[in-house]
């Protein structure tokens, strides 16, 4: 009920999306047409054409895309190994599992290693991941924090899924690793008619 929901909101969101795109192709024709404001670029003109379905795919291929790839694969794979469940359990101090304790511990274990080797590549003097100018931001490190908060996210809790024993094939791995993609779908499509209606509003005015 709750993922019919969120699909639900989601198709309004892109509807919305869809019709302001539609407003904006008219808008920049009429204000093309009437030449009040010479500054304007029709969507419907040839070089309006040209330049949508050239640069379609180009301005579509942003970070945001990984990103939302990336946390779409870390946050299913951090809900479908069960770990938050686990977390919360403790956390109201209602009985567990030797194994789900034991894994729980390793796991973060693992999460603190990967925290550690981070912070050595940024934190030290002349480390790797520093700009040029020995600065954090921006950097190697700033240009990727979202993709290495996924990754440890991810390795932790597959690691995780692996010692509670949900996850014993490789099949069962790339469940893990997947359903977090299907979940989020719907954003891959807001993120789609968002991204076009923000580059053509750009090219219009």
Not at 37 to 48: A, C, I, M, Y
Request: net charge positive; glycine share 4%; proline share 3%.
């Amino acid at each position: 009920m709750r993922k019919e929901r969120l699909e639900t909101i989601a198709g309004w969101i892109a509807v919305v999306l869809m019709a302001l795109q539609l407003l904006l192709i008219l808008l920049s024709w009429i204000l093309d047409a009437s030449s009040s404001s010479p500054t304007v670029n029709s969507l419907l003109s040839e070089e309006g054409i040209r330049w949508f379905i050239g640069q379609y795919t180009i301005f579509l291929t942003s970070p945001v895309l990984l990103w939302l790839l990336l946390l779409s694969i870390a946050w299913g794979s951090y809900r479908e190994s069960g770990m938050g469940t686990v977390i919360r359990m403790m956390t109201h101090r209602k009985k567990v599992s030797f194994r789900q304790r034991f894994s729980l511990r390793v796991s973060l274990i693992i999460c603190l290693l990967l925290i550690m080797l981070v912070v050595l590549l940024t934190a030290v003097p002349h480390a790797i991941l520093l700009s040029s100018t020995g600065h954090l931001f921006p950097s190697s490190f700033s240009k990727a924090i979202i993709p290495i908060i996924a990754f440890i996210i991810t390795v932790v809790s597959v690691c995780y899924a692996m010692m509670i024993g949900k996850v014993k094939t490789v099949g069962a791995l790339m469940h893990t690793l997947t359903v977090g993609i299907a979940d989020a779908l719907p954003l891959f499509i807001i993120y789609i008619f968002a991204m076009q209606l923000v580059q053509s509003i750009i090219f219009v005015f």
